[in-house]
């Protein structure tokens, strides 16, 4: 009966195979779907002589037609087709589930809403806990626990030392400390970018088995990467760059049985390469081109300088470690510059990274960013402006990870600087880059707006480009990348020729790699969840690697006439194996669009001209009473004693300067306890803009935001959880567009009260010309909402004024709520 069920399914696989061979027109879309508010093209694929430009789009459920449009004809030859149209669809932003049909071509069912990305950005992390060594979660067993033995080295080669722990760099359990260091620093950018326990979960423990221990997993996760880099540097001078070599791919193993021999025993130790900045190989033919040690140095310096600012209040000894080892690394790397290359023994392969001031420029970067110390800055600026554009991006090529890391985030940093000239200087060499890749993708008509190069690890510059795009939107507001950045985020989702996601098991249901070059796969039976496999790779390169034997028929035959191939196949090892550091790459820019999603879903919102939330949609009698404040605070008793009365809820918005004052304390904890929204106003009270000229930026774009961290940072105090706050009052209640986005970009929207609504100047003293009574105030307020009702109205009344004003709106909430719920209003917290 068991062997009946094998043929049959057999069968049925391969009438499908044949099925979708005889096929001839596809369309393909993100199958993990779209946030309603995005960018959102599909792209159709033809091998037939004619095709219509004519598409539309389906409600799922009804079959009805609920989008029509026109293709833009794009080059479909560049994929080996007869025709290709990009299919724009994105004024249709209705959640729910759809399909497109154009031609004969009908594609798969996609969701549209805004939880998406929900879980994408933790979801990776299970291919990083597959791959860590040391002890290994995936298999709960210890591996490589002889590590290793220091050789070329002129006085301590033959030593052994501890350097165990880290993760594996791919199928093979090679240790590179370039990549796992940028790997690390990802996973820590990421969580200072999105700091939103929400987003990132606490649902394993240090270790990486099931358990919560009070730390998100990416922090774990990088830890773990941090307490290897620390054996890896056990002081000033001597530095490791990598355990094991290209030995160690003799076959494929589970790495518990890892018994390959370099000399020690079969799995008895492994070769632990010294940073020298020198030449390393064993062979004439196998020598690396290193000529200094600053790319390695400073990849130590930039994650050990970002790990200590990110676990400072987590395990403050270990970031005052981290942060001595950063600055000796620094300076280590800025007294021998230079690149530092992997060694190899038996192949010619090996990561030829030649460019290494971005590196320096990242480590200073990234000192400047946490500490505001100028000197950094100047360091910094120094380094960024020796390589404007990452080379790879301007040339269009590259050899075997020569330039990496594929992005610079030390540009971005300075793009957030308070000096306009360095801002926008940076700015305009993040803008250069992308320049580059949009008009490499116009120059070719490519369907899917691709111009990355299709070296090795295609994927991992598809994800440094969508990375850029969206942090050089967020430092300029500039839109001009919206479409080329929603295209390459599409493709690793299955908007490319092949119709497959490129990130193993995401989404659940969709086309994703299946039979990856890995142990997991070929020795267990089980997937590479969430690892981003290396990516299409040019299909002339393809042809000359060495070692590549397809084992299974190819189901992407019909799509491998284009520039590039790709095989869900375990004998290609150059396009569909899982990467430590490309999956890692992932996290920043899944984490965004899922804080980005977050944005989106919420009441239905009315903005103002600079573009914070000043009224919600609704039918509904519910309005929103606010109380911001800094130093005084003395009205906050009496407020809760009113809403208490009435059992309502209410949302308070503090600043860093009140929360600091003992005094407030216990009404705080109060507040908190009684379930009261309590958000952040700012750390220092800072005035965003000119009161004369709203349109210019007071503060610099990373003061505003170290300020609105240290903000989140004092409410975390009280219990606050900080990752669910949906909304920020602005210092003054006054910004602009560009604070706006700012804090936009931090995952929180900028709220105000309703223009016209009067009680916000309660604030002000006889003395003052623009003086107001309660009285008044309350008669205004009254005579607003028999005009224009107060239906999602935000109500602002300052808990706390200046001694002169005796008249104190605040001792009149009592009266306001009484009167306003005898009109049938009621009354309701934000978030």
């Known amino acids: 009966m068991k062997s009946h069920l094998i043929y049959l399914l057999l069968a049925v696989f391969s009438f499908q195979l044949v099925n979708a061979q005889q096929v001839s027109s596809w369309i393909r879309v993100n199958q993990l779907g779209y946030l309603p508010n995005s960018v959102k093209v599909a792209v159709f694929l033809s091998k037939e002589g004619k095709a219509d430009k004519v598409f539309t789009v389906h409600d799922s459920r009804t079959n009805a037609e609920v989008y029509r449009g026109e293709g833009k004809s794009v080059n479909g030859r560049r994929w080996g087709m007869q025709h290709a149209f990009r299919l724009n669809f994105s004024s249709l932003s209705a959640e729910g589930e759809y399909y497109i049909r154009c031609n004969s071509a009908k594609s798969p069912v996609f969701k549209m809403n805004a939880e998406v990305y929900n879980g994408t950005a933790d979801f990776i992390l299970r291919y990083m806990r597959q791959q860590r ?60 970018q999105t700091p939103d326990k929400t987003i990132f979960k606490d649902e394993y423990s240090a270790n990486g088995r099931k358990g919560v221990n009070g730390i998100p997993d990416i922090l774990d996760e990088a830890r773990w990467g941090l307490d290897w880099m620390i054996r890896m540097n056990p002081d000033s001078t001597l530095m490791f760059n990598q355990i094991a070599d290209d030995r160690d791919h003799a076959r494929m193993r589970i790495p518990s049985r890892d018994e390959v021999d370099y000399g020690y025993g079969k799995g008895v130790g492994r070769p632990v390469y010294p940073v020298t900045g020198k030449p390393q190989g064993f062979r004439p033919d196998r020598m690396n081109r290193s000529t200094g040690v600053a790319s390695s140095a400073a990849k130590y310096a930039s994650a050990f ?5 990110v676990f400072k209040e987590i395990d403050r ?7 001595e080892k950063s600055d000796a690394a620094y300076r280590y790397g800025k007294k021998y510059p230079g690149n530092n290359q992997t060694a190899c023994v038996v192949s010619p392969y090996f990561y030829e990274e030649d460019n290494w001031v971005d590196d320096m420029e990242l480590a200073a970067a990234a000192k400047y960013q946490t500490t505001g110390n100028d000197k950094w800055l100047t360091d910094a600026d120094y380094w960024g402006q020796l390589e404007e554009i990452t080379p790879w991006m301007e040339l269009g090529r590259a050899r075997h990870y020569q330039f990496y890391p594929f992005i610079n985030l030390g540009h971005y940093y300075l793009s957030q600087v308070s000096d306009p000239t360095i801002s926008r200087k940076y700015q305009s060499y993040l803008k250069r880059g992308l320049m580059c890749l949009l008009e490499k993708a116009q120059k070719v008509d490519d369907p899917f707006m691709n111009g990355v190069p299709f070296m090795w690890c295609s994927n991992n510059l598809v994800t440094a480009a969508a990375t850029q795009a969206r942090l050089y939107e967020q430092a300029s507001g500039d839109p001009t990348f919206m479409e080329m950045e929603a295209a390459l985020r599409d493709w690793l989702f299955g908007c490319n020729p092949w119709g497959t ?18 142990f997991v796969t070929e020795l267990l039976g089980d997937h590479t969840y969430g690892g981003l496999v290396d990516g299409p790779i040019e299909r002339m390169r393809f042809e000359t690697l060495r070692g590549v034997t397809l084992r299974y028929p190819d189901d992407y035959a019909p799509f491998q006439a284009g520039v590039a191939v790709y095989h869900d196949d375990p004998g290609d090892y150059s396009s569909n194996e899982p990467t430590m550091d490309g999956t890692a790459g992932l996290s920043f820019y899944l984490s965004t669009m899922e804080k980005m999603g977050k944005m989106e879903k919420g009441l239905p919102k009315i903005v103002d001209q600079q573009g914070a939330t000043v009224r919600f949609s609704t039918s509904k009698k519910v309005a929103y009473l606010i109380f911001p404040a800094d130093s005084s605070f003395e009205g906050a008793p009496s ?48 005035l965003y803009a000119p009161w004369d000229n709203r349109d210019v930026l007071l503060v610099s774009p990373d003061s505003l935001q170290r300020d609105f961290r240290n903000n989140m940072l004092e409410l975390r105090k009280f219990g606050v959880g900080v990752e669910k706050l949906p909304y920020y009052l602005p210092p003054y209640e006054y910004y602009n567009r560009e604070s706006v986005r700012l804090i936009a970009n931090m995952g929180q929207i900028t709220l105000n009260y309703t223009p016209g609504i009067p009680t916000a100047a309660d604030y002000t003293t006889p003395d003052m010309k623009q003086y107001r009574s309660s009285d008044e105030l309350i008669e ?51 978030g």
Request: glycine letters at 8%; proline letters at 4%.
């Open 501 to 518: 996601s490129m990130i193993c098991g995401l989404p659940a249901d969709g086309d994703s790699p299946l039979r990856t070059h890995s």
């Open 133 to 192: 060594c040391g002890y290994n979660p995936y298999l709960d067993t210890l591996c490589h626990q002889h590590d290793g033995y220091i050789i070329d080295h002129p006085t301590r080669t033959g030593e052994k030392i501890d350097v165990r722990g880290g993760w594996h760099d791919a199928s093979d359990y090679l240790q590179y400390l370039p990549t796992s260091a940028t790997a690390t620093f990802q996973m820590l950018f990421a969580w200072q």
């Open 317 to 323: 000894e270990l970031s005052d470690l981290m942060k």
């Open 780 to 830: 205004a307020l009254y005579r607003y909402e028999t005009t224009n009702g107060l239906e999602g109205c935000i109500i602002l009344i300052h808990p706390g004024t200046h001694p002169d004003r005796k008249d104190k709106l605040y001792l009149r909430l009592d009266e306001i709520v009484r009167t306003l719920k005898q009109k049938g209003y009621h009354f309701e917290r934000l």
């Open 639 to 686: 407020i809760l004693k009113t809403l208490d009365k009435h059992r309502i809820k209410a949302s308070f918005f503090l600043t860093g300067n009140c929360l600091r004052m003992p005094e407030h304390a216990a009404v705080i904890n109060k507040i908190v306890r009684k379930g009261h929204y309590v958000g952040g106003h700012s750390d220092r009270h800072l």
């Open 305 to 309: 300088a970002l790990g200590a600012e």
